[in-house]
C-alpha cells in the first residue's frame, strides 16, 4: 500500500524564528503519525528547520531549484547545495512558478531529473485552470503536464516521482475540488502513467492532491482511492491546523 504524504508549502512566508518555532511546537503533535510530514520552507529557512526537525518524523523540504549544479544563475540554488545541508525534498513545477516566473515543461523536466540526480526527493505539480476545467480539457492538461514532466526518467525514477494534482482555481482560493472530482483526476493521472510506464510502476506513484486543503476536508480526501495525502497551501502555516491534517486519522 502506497504511504501518505503530507507536506506543507509555505510559500513566502515565516522567518526562521517563526519557523523554528512552528516545528517545535507541532513536533509532539505529529510524532505518532505514520504520515510522512514534509514541510516545505522558503530558503532562508531551511538551515533552521532542519536544525529545528533534528531527531523527529519532520522532514524539510525547499520549494524551487535549478537544474544546474553551479554556475552564473544569479539568485538561484541548486540541488547539489540543497542535498548539502541535508533537505530532502523539492517542489517542483508549482503554478505559481509557472505563472509568475515563466516555469514551462521543460524547466520542470530539466529539474525533475536534476532533483534525482542530486538524490532529492521530487514533488511535481501539475493542474488545470478554471477556464480549462469548463472548457472539458482538464484532464488533458494534467495528463499532458505528466507526459512531459516525467520524460526521459527511468521506470524506478518515475515510481519515485510525487506528483500534487493542484487544480490552479483551488489554491488559495477556498474553493476545493470535490473528493470524487479531485480522485478521477488522479486516477486519470495514473492511468497516463501506467499507460507510458507500467501498471507496476503506476501503482508505486504517490498522487497527492492540493488545493485549499484542510482540517474539515482532509479526511474526505486523503480516504479516496488513488488520493496518497496532499500538498497544503495556506493550512500548513498554522500549527493546529496542519497538525490535524496530519493526523485525519491514526492508524
Wanted: charged letters at 25%; a negative charge; hydrophobic letters at 40%.
Amino acid at each position: 500500500m502506497r504511504r501518505k504524504v503530507i507536506a506543507g508549502n509555505w510559500k513566502m512566508n515565516m522567518l526562521p524564528d517563526a519557523a523554528i518555532r512552528f516545528i517545535d511546537e507541532i513536533t509532539p503533535m505529529v510524532k505518532d503519525t505514520k504520515n510522512e510530514v514534509v514541510l516545505c520552507v522558503p530558503y532562508t529557512d531551511l538551515f533552521y528547520a532542519l536544525l529545528a526537525a533534528q531527531n523527529t518524523n519532520i522532514k524539510i523540504g525547499a520549494q524551487n531549484m535549478h537544474w544546474e549544479e553551479s554556475g552564473a544563475y544569479t539568485g538561484e540554488v541548486s540541488g547539489k547545495m540543497l542535498k548539502a545541508i541535508g533537505v530532502e525534498y523539492v517542489i517542483i513545477g508549482h503554478s505559481e512558478r509557472r505563472q509568475y516566473f515563466a516555469e514551462t515543461d521543460e524547466t520542470v523536466n530539466k529539474k525533475l531529473k536534476a532533483a534525482f540526480a542530486n538524490n532529492l526527493k521530487p514533488i511535481v505539480c501539475v493542474g488545470e485552470t478554471l477556464e480549462q476545467r469548463e472548457a472539458g480539457m482538464a484532464n488533458d492538461i494534467i495528463t499532458s503536464q505528466t507526459e512531459k514532466a516525467l520524460d526521459g526518467l527511468t521506470d524506478e525514477q518515475v515510481a519515485n516521482t510525487i506528483i500534487a494534482y493542484e487544480p490552479i482555481w483551488a489554491i488559495g482560493t477556498g474553493k476545493t475540488a470535490t473528493s470524487e472530482d479531485a480522485n478521477n483526476a488522479i486516477k486519470a493521472i495514473r492511468n497516463k502513467i501506467s499507460n507510458l510506464y507500467g501498471q507496476n510502476v503506476s501503482e508505486r506513484v504517490i498522487i497527492q492532491y492540493g488545493g485549499s486543503v484542510k482540517s474539515t476536508n482532509a479526511q474526505e480526501l486523503f480516504s479516496m482511492s488513488d488520493i496518497d495525502g496532499g500538498l497544503v497551501g495556506g493550512a500548513s502555516l498554522k500549527v493546529d491546523e496542519f497538525a490535524k491534517i496530519v493526523n485525519y486519522r491514526k492508524d
